[in-house]
């Protein structure tokens, strides 16, 4: 009996202390933002959160206001933000005027960005970008929305050229010497360079000169043509990290290097092997004469990866990695390897004579925006459209058309 008194005792005691800590406690916490408790810790039950929602759910005291819904859009005003880079695109001058050693009626230049492409007008490109229109030395198949607006000048690479200067006003011409490929007709360097010759005396615009593939015979070919075309700054495309194996890299870089043209450096959408291509070219050339072609893939078939390939480049470039800090060219005209752009679908898809060149437009206009230098094109439509898009891009307070201004809110 005595030993139960005595624990009931020592219940009451404890009872009393928890009652006198209680106003303790709140007195030592009147005044203070914060609490820091060491040592501490709690046992619970089970834990269940009741979260109250609609009218039923505002604060005590305040008074649920019903919900409205917005009458216009919320105002927004983006401001660019204001970066600094350390690197700069190199600059390449592609052809040469009378003065130069050439017969071009001018030059152009491309590269020297030192900002990302479209960003901030304070930024504007310190050149545009340049648009070529293909050719082929020899008749090739085409999409029936291609074909009707060259069937008269296929045969005949040289007016093919003069007409797509003077009709659709291309910058460059790209002549594809397709004829060379050993698989097709195996025509022979000598006959590659006549007809780049035919063609420089066309027109007067800079030339990109386009092999057949095949590393061997392209290197023959590219020291025929940079022969025949001495001085006049052509592009020649393409040199490869696989010319390293048959060992005709070096040959191609120093027939370009002894006749003053550029050369076009084409890896396969991998940034690590453009720049080791690229330190394998400045060991015959100088950095202002190559540009990169870091591959391009259709819409549909990987365009977005192609642009991120591009973007990262040129960030990279502009961060002061001198390895990528080379201008860039896209063959916008792959969109027509994808045959969405060409084949013959249901109508809700549109007339493919619409389709096609929508198709190529939407690749160049996608890597416009990742910095693109160079655009190698096929549709004149789609040329006249990438260039009013970037005319309206350089103008400050360009008007947007109202059809554009109302796309949040349009109903189709």
């Not at 870091?294 to 990987?302: K, N």
């Not at 480049?313 to 045959?339: C, F, K, V």
């Amino acid at each position: 009996m005595a030993g139960r008194t005595a624990r009931e005792g020592e219940k009451l005691q404890e009872a009393t202390q928890e009652q006198d800590a209680v106003p303790r406690l709140l007195a030592m916490l009147s005044g203070k933002e914060r609490l820091e408790l060491e040592n501490f810790s709690m046992e619970i039950g089970d834990l269940e959160l009741w979260i109250p929602t609609g009218p039923a759910a505002a604060p005590h005291g305040l008074a649920a206001t019903a919900y409205q819904k917005p009458a216009s859009l919320f105002p927004e005003i983006f401001i660019p933000p204001k970066e600094e880079f350390v690197g700069r695109i190199r600059e390449v001058r592609l052809g040469a005027t009378k003065s130069a050693g050439g017969s071009r009626g001018s030059t152009l230049v491309i590269g020297g960005s030192d900002y990302p492409p479209f960003v901030s007008a304070e930024h504007p490109a310190a050149h545009p970008p340049i648009f070529a229109l293909d050719v082929f030395d020899m008749e090739v198949p085409l999409p029936k929305v291609l074909m009707e607006n060259v069937k008269d000048v296929i045969s005949d690479p040289a007016e093919w050229a003069r007409m797509n200067v003077t009709k659709y006003g291309a910058d460059m011409i790209t002549v594809h010497l397709m004829s060379t490929d050993p698989l097709i007709r195996d025509a022979s360097p000598e006959a590659a360079a006549r007809t780049v010759e035919e063609v420089l005396q066309a027109v007067d615009v800079p030339l990109i000169i386009g092999g057949c593939g095949d590393p061997r015979k392209d290197a023959q070919v590219f020291c025929k043509v940079a022969e025949i075309a001495d001085g006049e700054r052509v592009l020649l495309n393409s040199v490869t990290l696989g010319m390293t194996e048959t060992k005709t890299l070096d040959v191609v870089a120093r027939a370009a290097k002894e006749h003053g043209h550029a050369v076009l450096g084409f890896t396969g959408l991998e940034l690590n092997k453009a720049k080791e291509l690229n330190r394998r070219l400045y060991e015959y050339l100088p950095p202002e004469d190559i540009v990169m072609d870091l591959t391009t893939v259709a819409l549909g078939y990987g365009l977005e990866y192609s642009f991120t390939i591009h973007e990262r480049a040129r960030h990279a470039a502009l961060m002061g990695d001198t390895e990528l800090q080379q201008p860039t060219i896209y063959a916008s005209t792959n969109a027509w390897a994808a045959r969405e752009a060409w084949m013959k679908m249901d109508k809700k898809y549109g007339s493919r004579g619409l389709r096609g060149p929508l198709w190529e437009t939407i690749n160049a206009l996608t890597l416009l925006l990742a910095g693109v230098d160079i655009f190698m094109m096929m549709h004149p439509a789609a040329i006249r459209t990438c260039k009013d898009t970037i005319r309206m891009f350089a103008e400050k307070d360009a008007p947007v058309p109202d059809g554009i201004a109302r796309w949040a809110t349009m109903k189709i």
